[in-house]
């Protein structure tokens, strides 16, 4: 099975920073889309941030301002430095790779690459 690698992540202090990054396996390279959701317990996973290959980006409402995406499309890597965090920022953080497929009418997703998560806690 196909797994993006993460590293990072950890314990903090609320107001701290955290940075974590995540690679493609080698032999994939037709990744569309990268970024980051997470899970809180008793919660649904929501977006967090992501990024596409023409460098547009999107994040989640509640870290907007406070996180930051970016992408080495040579190394196939995407990073997301986290700023100012808060207690309810805390869960396992999962990073996605996506390859979408123009039909010639519409994008669809052909395939769906996600982390093992690592872990982000904030005490206060």
């Known amino acids: 099975q196909v797994h993006m690698v993460e590293s990072g992540g950890g314990l903090v202090q609320a107001g701290g920073s955290l940075r974590l990054s995540c690679a493609a396996p080698?032999?994939?390279?037709?990744?569309?889309?990268m970024g980051w959701y997470r899970q809180a317990p008793g919660k649904q996973r929501e977006l967090v941030a992501v990024t596409t290959v023409g460098g547009s980006t999107r994040y989640g409402d509640s870290v907007n301002g406070r996180f930051t995406i970016s992408r080495d499309h040579a190394a196939n890597t995407v990073h997301l430095q986290m700023n100012d965090l808060k207690p309810e920022d805390t869960g396992v953080y999962y990073c996605?790779?996506?390859?979408?497929?123009?039909?010639?009418?519409?994008?669809?997703?052909?395939?769906?690459?996600w982390g093992q998560g690592t872990q982000v806690t904030v005490s206060s």
């Open positions: 996605n790779g996506r390859v979408s497929v123009w039909d010639g009418s519409s994008w669809y997703v052909k395939d769906d690459y």
């Open positions: 080698r032999n994939i390279f037709s990744i569309n889309t």
